[in-house]
């Protein structure tokens, strides 16, 4: 059945039908082999321009620069594929057989005209036993790692000195043969050792560098394997393949998922289902004490199922339920009953007998994210399949079969992966509980004015320092609906923005009534002659509707005066997620001026003030 699809989808990209291919392809990818997303990977790269990525239906684009110790060749259709089924358009280019060492070190700036660029270096037992050969010699095994780990960290170190590429490497796995050669069982316990702590040098390599990713190997490559092997020698003899076809899928996909993470594309909110998902049983059929949790036939499974989605929530993953049930048995529910999980985990509830796609809507509604920040899971093939059908940016796992395959099933696709977390993160589930106590408020309110004035809303605009780096990068990794420009920074970019002079850098902090929201945004601009032009200014969903961004607009209007700027210029990025802001700075009174690229540019006399909301207020937050 796969390879008829793969053949109808082969025949709808030939046609030049992206926008068909992409819709059919999200769903069904999981179900191709190796050599069939292959073949999809290259007719891909064969008919897909990056520069008509956007109305062919692409979410994102990026630049992709692969480096490898051994012959790769297939490593860009398996990445394009892997890309693709997250809506993601790549441009990939491959360096050629064993040129990562001079690469790495001759590197020098790149320009992506995608404004993201990622470099794959995929890494395998070759880069020690192509200048050694097979031995018996451990240590000659020991010496060469040594000088291998040294030689990686500084060419690491040089690669992110001199480029703003992120850098994503992976562990070299060692192949069974090294170890057979061996014959005594010390010996083979020593290498295996060596191996091992060779492998963690690598891995702590992002605790001393920023813009890297070092991907672990064999867990990547669990469950991509059919028949165990990653190495075949016969490739490797004649054409320096070290991987075979299923190990280089396995490392494509954990490959996208980092660079899926980077662009800010990762799900924000998990939505579950009750009843044979959360628990097992019918919970209005055979009652709260009959429930298996814990206990029962599979009460471990839905245990564990439920101890990963309080583990997401704890590192800032929306939780929410959508559940056919009455809403006071659910709450008498995890009222009574001991579980992993408590009803005060989830940001919102919603439990009745309404379709759960309108459910979905109002959840999405309430918490102000998209839909396509959402990922549902359900037991039951209905309910995923009409939430599917109606909500088709939202990702839908149907938990069907065994209990026991729940948590590597929600987990599989790295949909919430990101590439840091902060304390804002791990508070997050609490901030988002915290808005429903302002839904209930606003209710209370004739006019959204009278209710924004009672909210007592502060707003703090001040220079990012050191203390929020971590946070304000994170900010422009992940924000996409206000994102004015879509620029991305990492740490390291960041931290070089703030020593200097000309660079215009403010984090935007905001609290009411009911507590503090944190750090919600940040204003990125360039000084030039009498010019302050905003390169880039983002805000968090979390805050919308309150008219943050005008009275953090007219802030930084004052702020350019105080420079004694006479004109503020600021920048508009389309991309396809933050068009319900390109009006923003017309609207504000800003003025269009020409521009030579896709950046739309509209200037303001700072001599003219910006009127500020009169329900927020300047100070110094607690």
Same mark, same amino acid.
């Given at each position: 059945?796969?390879?008829?699809? @793969?053949?109808?989808?082969?025949?709808?990209?030939?046609?030049?039908?992206?926008?068909?291919?992409?819709?059919?392809?999200?769903?069904?990818?999981?179900?191709?082999?190796?050599?069939?997303?292959?073949?999809?990977?290259?007719?891909?790269?064969?008919?897909?321009?990056?520069?008509?990525?956007?109305?062919?239906?692409?979410?994102?684009?990026?630049?992709?620069?692969?480096?490898?110790?051994?012959?790769?060749?297939?490593?860009?259709?398996?990445?394009?594929a892997?890309?693709?089924?997250?809506?993601?358009?790549?441009?990939?280019?491959?360096?050629?057989?064993?040129?990562?060492?001079?690469?790495?070190?001759?590197?020098?700036?790149?320009?992506?005209?995608?404004?993201?660029?990622?470099?794959?270096?995929?890494?395998?037992?070759?880069?020690?036993f192509?200048?050694?050969?097979l031995?018996?010699?451990?240590?000659?095994?020991?010496?060469?790692?040594?000088?291998?780990? %040294?030689?990686?960290?500084?060419?690491?170190?040089?690669?992110?000195?001199?480029?703003?590429?992120?850098?994503?490497?992976?562990?070299?796995?060692?192949?069974?043969?090294?170890?057979?050669?061996?014959?005594?069982?010390?010996?083979?316990?020593?290498?295996?050792?060596?191996?091992?702590? =060779?492998?963690?040098?690598?891995?702590?390599?992002?605790?001393?560098?920023?813009?890297?990713?070092?991907?672990?190997?064999?867990?990547?490559?669990?469950?991509?394997l059919?028949?165990?092997?990653?190495?075949?020698?016969?490739?490797?003899?004649?054409?320096?393949?070290?991987?075979?076809?299923?190990?280089? %899928?396995?490392?494509?996909?954990?490959?996208?998922?980092?660079?899926?993470?980077?662009?800010?594309?990762?799900k924000?909110?998990?939505?579950?289902?009750?009843?044979?998902?959360?628990?097992?049983?019918?919970?209005?059929?055979?009652?709260?004490?009959?429930?298996?949790?814990?206990?029962?036939?599979?009460?471990?499974?839905?245990?564990?199922?439920?101890?990963?989605?309080?583990?997401?929530?704890?590192?800032?993953?929306?939780?929410?339920? @959508?559940?056919?049930?009455?809403?006071a048995?659910?709450?008498?529910?995890?009222?009574?009953?001991?579980?992993?999980?408590?009803?005060?985990?989830?940001?919102?509830?919603?439990?009745?007998?309404?379709?759960?796609?309108?459910?979905?809507?109002?959840?999405?509604?309430?918490?102000?994210?998209?839909?396509?920040?959402?990922?549902?899971?359900?037991?039951?093939?209905?309910?995923?399949?009409?939430?599917?059908?109606?909500?088709?940016?939202?990702?839908?796992?149907?938990?069907?079969?065994?209990?026991?395959?729940?948590?590597?099933?929600?987990?599989?696709?790295?949909?919430?992966?990101?590439?840091?977390?902060?304390?804002e993160?791990?508070?997050?589930?609490?901030?988002?509980?915290?808005?429903?106590?302002?839904?209930?408020?606003?209710?209370? =309110?004739?006019?959204?004015?009278?209710?924004?004035?009672?909210?007592?809303?502060?707003?703090?605009?001040?220079?990012?320092?050191?203390?929020?780096?971590?946070?304000?990068?994170?900010?422009?990794?992940?924000?996409?609906? =206000?994102?004015?420009?879509?620029?991305?920074?990492?740490?390291?970019?960041?931290?070089?923005?703030?020593s200097?002079?000309?660079?215009?850098?403010?984090?935007i902090?905001?609290?009411?009534?009911?507590?503090?929201?944190?750090?919600?945004?940040?204003?990125?601009?360039?000084?030039?002659?009498?010019?302050?032009?905003?390169?880039?200014?983002?805000?968090?969903?979390?805050?919308?509707?309150?008219?943050?961004e005008?009275?953090?607009?007219?802030?930084?209007?004052?702020?350019?005066?105080?420079?004694?700027?006479g004109?503020?210029?600021?920048?508009?990025?389309?991309?396809?997620?933050?068009?319900?802001?390109?009006? =923003?700075?017309?609207?504000?009174?800003f003025?269009?001026?020409?521009?030579?690229?896709d950046?739309? @540019?509209?200037?303001?006399?700072?001599?003219?003030?910006?009127?500020?909301?009169?329900?927020?207020?300047?100070?110094?937050l607690?």
């Amino acid at each position: 059945m796969s390879a008829l699809l @793969c053949s109808d989808l082969l025949s709808v990209i030939r046609s030049k039908d992206i926008p068909l291919f992409l819709s059919q392809f999200a769903v069904a990818a999981h179900t191709f082999s190796a050599p069939e997303l292959g073949s999809i990977g290259y007719a891909l790269q064969q008919q897909v321009q990056i520069g008509e990525a956007r109305q062919n239906g692409f979410v994102a684009t990026v630049d992709v620069s692969i480096l490898s110790s051994s012959n790769a060749m297939e490593l860009p259709n398996q990445l394009t594929a892997a890309l693709a089924a997250d809506w993601i358009c790549p441009r990939v280019s491959d360096t050629g057989y064993n040129q990562w060492r001079f690469k790495m070190m001759n590197a020098g700036p790149i320009t992506s005209n995608a404004g993201t660029h990622v470099t794959v270096c995929l890494l395998d037992e070759s880069i020690i036993f192509d200048v050694i050969g097979l031995t018996d010699d451990i240590d000659l095994v020991e010496k060469k790692l040594a000088e291998c780990s %040294r030689e990686i960290d500084s060419l690491v170190s040089h690669f992110l000195e001199n480029n703003q590429s992120f850098l994503i490497l992976n562990t070299p796995l060692l192949s069974k043969v090294q170890q057979d050669v061996l014959l005594d069982f010390r010996s083979k316990a020593r290498l295996s050792h060596l191996w091992c702590r =060779f492998n963690a040098e690598l891995l702590a390599l992002p605790q001393r560098y920023d813009r890297i990713f070092v991907i672990d190997s064999a867990v990547a490559l669990q469950g991509y394997l059919p028949h165990g092997e990653f190495h075949d020698p016969r490739l490797t003899s004649v054409a320096k393949l070290h991987w075979t076809t299923d190990a280089i %899928r396995g490392m494509a996909n954990a490959q996208a998922r980092a660079i899926r993470a980077l662009l800010g594309l990762n799900k924000k909110c998990l939505v579950v289902d009750l009843d044979n998902t959360l628990w097992g049983g019918i919970l209005g059929d055979d009652g709260i004490d009959a429930l298996e949790v814990e206990e029962g036939d599979h009460g471990d499974a839905y245990a564990k199922f439920q101890q990963a989605v309080a583990a997401l929530g704890r590192q800032g993953i929306i939780l929410a339920i @959508c559940s056919k049930n009455d809403d006071a048995n659910v709450r008498q529910c995890f009222a009574q009953r001991r579980m992993p999980l408590s009803l005060e985990d989830f940001s919102i509830v919603v439990a009745n007998w309404e379709p759960k796609d309108r459910n979905i809507r109002h959840i999405v509604q309430t918490l102000n994210i998209g839909d396509d920040s959402v990922v549902f899971v359900d037991d039951s093939a209905f309910e995923a399949g009409l939430v599917a059908k109606h909500l088709p940016k939202t990702r839908v796992l149907h938990l069907d079969g065994d209990p026991a395959l729940y948590v590597e099933t929600l987990l599989r696709q790295g949909w919430f992966d990101r590439p840091s977390l902060t304390e804002e993160d791990r508070s997050r589930n609490k901030l988002y509980a915290t808005e429903e106590k302002r839904t209930v408020l606003s209710a209370s =309110f004739s006019s959204m004015e009278d209710y924004l004035h009672d909210l007592n809303l502060q707003v703090r605009v001040f220079p990012v320092t050191a203390r929020e780096v971590h946070r304000v990068a994170q900010l422009t990794q992940r924000t996409n609906q =206000f994102n004015l420009t879509t620029i991305r920074l990492s740490e390291s970019e960041l931290s070089a923005r703030i020593s200097d002079p000309d660079m215009l850098n403010l984090a935007i902090e905001a609290q009411d009534r009911f507590g503090s929201y944190g750090v919600v945004g940040a204003v990125f601009g360039r000084r030039s002659g009498n010019s302050l032009t905003l390169e880039n200014f983002v805000l968090s969903c979390r805050v919308f509707s309150r008219s943050i961004e005008h009275f953090v607009l007219s802030e930084v209007v004052d702020i350019a005066r105080d420079m004694q700027c006479g004109r503020l210029v600021g920048h508009y990025l389309s991309s396809s997620k933050n068009q319900n802001f390109s009006n =923003f700075y017309l609207d504000a009174g800003f003025s269009p001026i020409d521009a030579d690229s896709d950046v739309r @540019c509209y200037a303001h006399d700072v001599a003219l003030m910006l009127s500020k909301p009169s329900w927020i207020r300047q100070g110094i937050l607690s």
